[in-house]
T-cell receptor, first 112, second 112 residues
């Protein structure tokens, strides 16, 4: 069974400090990994996906298959980064098994 | 481009009743997924429809069902409501399987 673990429910940092939101997964095949974000009073939206190898709003995430991790990082946190962050995975390969498995989420607070 | 629209936004039902929630995907999106979000369990996958066919189903009892129409609009139904069904129900649509899920604002269901 696939599982996503986000060990920190809450994470608080100061503006300008580096931030890392941890995500570990359990999946027997080759998954596709995502980070979704929910800002206050907004809908859940995609932040980035590992397949694109992109940097969005200064965030990056590297898939480490050996450690089965997909940690989200940003070198200098901004107050507008305060939000709920969810790590998610689905079966890779473009198959029809489109089912997102989410972690429980990490609430990031960036203090001024 | 209009986003994913879910109606109604809020519902209060009594135990034993049934409820139908509606989701209108982004125009051109053929995949529609449903998720249940609760404080204890987080975001859990209910089912996914593609071109009117249910392709995937999560681990929920048979009281939870859904369907998709030819215009890709989707409905989910919960029969014989229980207190534990109180949750935020999210709908997401995608143009292709797993590339990105666009979420609606959700329907907040309260069972009393």
């Amino acid at each position: 069974a696939q599982r996503v673990t986000q060990p920190e429910k809450l994470l608080s940092v100061f503006k300008g400090a580096p931030v890392e939101l941890k995500c570990n997964y359990s999946y027997s095949g080759s998954p596709e990994l995502f980070w979704y974000v929910q800002y206050s009073r907004q809908r859940l939206q995609l932040l980035l996906r590992h397949i694109s190898r992109e940097s969005i709003k200064g965030f990056t995430a590297d898939l480490n298959k050996g450690e089965t991790s997909f940690h989200l990082k940003k070198p200098f946190a901004q107050e507008e980064d305060s939000a709920m962050y969810y790590c998610a995975l689905t079966e890779g390969g473009g198959g029809s098994n489109y089912k997102l498995t989410f972690g429980k989420g990490t609430l990031l607070t960036v203090n001024p | 481009k209009a986003g994913v629209t879910q109606t109604p936004r809020y519902l209060i039902k009594t135990r034993g009743q049934q409820v139908t929630l509606s989701c209108s995907p982004i125009s051109g999106h053929r995949s529609v997924s449903w998720y249940q979000q609760t404080p204890g369990q987080g975001l859990q996958f209910l089912f996914e429809y593609f071109s009117e066919t249910q392709r995937n189903k999560g681990n929920f009892p048979g009281r939870f069902s859904g369907r998709q129409f030819s215009n890709s609009r989707s409905e989910m139904n919960v029969s014989t409501l229980e207190l534990g069904d109180s949750a935020l129900y999210l709908c997401a649509s995608s143009p292709l399987s797993y590339l990105e899920a666009f979420f609606g604002q959700g329907t907040r269901l309260t069972v009393v």
